[in-house]
């Protein structure tokens, strides 16, 4: 009984597989960007709304002019790798939050939110497209949905993932959420270092094609290395250290420079 639960399980497992766009491999994919673009467009809407937005227009249209040149080099390097489909459902939108936090996000199908708190840090509009082209790059290659999948197989184990989604909403936008990055799991730990070095590699790509120098890359988080504080061990960080940031993408940068057009 339990070898043909092994089985049935890894027949699942291969029959549910996509490809992660330019890097080529292989994912689990239990949901449909169908299914999961309508939930992160609803939370986005959400979190847009209670904001607040800023009011600096300066950086609020660097931050949007910056998104669309991304979004243009995307729905490039997708339509001349004959992947424009898998951009169905996108809907572009980029916004700054008003709040003193260090990050940025894209929501699967494009939605892009940046906060005050990390425009110091970028410093100008190719800062941006470091932190952009990374973020837009967990949505192309569809880390959501893969984290999405990998946390309903463990919850539902070899149950019809479609229906244990209907049946259990709540525990349904509960993985989505984790799978979005908000909520902690050690887990998913490894896992999600493993879509940061990926999206790492993918965004400089994207920026070099919408005529941002991948090597600004490097720049960017050298002073985000150099803001200080405690960082917690690599192992127990959904990111990789600084250090081996910076050493794996000077590592990517040859490649990304291939598609740049200054």
């Not at 089985?7 to 994919?29: D, E, W």
């Not at 572009?92 to 003193?100: K, S, T, V």
């Not at 799978?179 to 493993?194: A, D, E, H, N, Y």
Request: proline share 4%; net charge negative.
């Amino acid at each position: 009984m339990k070898r043909i639960s092994v089985f049935i399980l890894l027949s699942i497992m291969l029959s549910n597989c996509a490809t992660v766009p330019v890097t080529g491999r292989r994912q689990l994919s239990l949901v449909s960007n169908s299914e999961i673009i309508p939930m992160a467009a609803t939370q986005y809407d959400s979190i847009v709304k209670t904001g607040p937005l800023s009011k600096n227009t300066t950086q609020t249209a660097m931050v949007r002019k910056v998104g669309k040149d991304i979004q243009a080099a995307v729905i490039e390097y997708m339509a001349q790798n004959g992947a424009s489909e898998q951009l169905e459902g996108f809907n572009w939108e980029f916004n700054l939050i008003d709040q003193d936090i260090a990050n940025a996000w894209c929501m699967p199908g494009g939605k892009v939110a940046f906060y005050t708190g990390i425009m110091p840090i970028c410093v100008d509009e190719q800062g941006i497209a470091v932190v952009m082209g990374h973020e837009v790059a967990h949505a192309i290659a569809n880390h959501g949905r893969e984290r999405m999948s990998n946390g309903l197989l463990a919850q539902f184990g070899l149950s019809t993932v479609s229906a244990a989604m209907g049946e259990n909403a709540n525990l349904t936008k509960q993985i989505f959420l984790q799978s979005m990055g908000m909520g902690t799991q050690l887990g998913m730990l490894k896992f999600s270092r493993q879509h940061e070095s990926e999206a790492d590699k993918i965004g400089l790509i994207f920026m070099a094609m919408a005529g941002y120098d991948p090597n600004e890359a490097v720049e960017f988080w050298q002073r985000m290395s150099a803001l200080g504080g405690q960082a917690p061990p690599e192992f127990l960080s959904t990111h990789p250290s600084h250090d081996t940031r910076i050493d794996d993408i000077k590592a990517a940068i040859p490649e990304a420079m291939k598609f740049y057009k200054p």
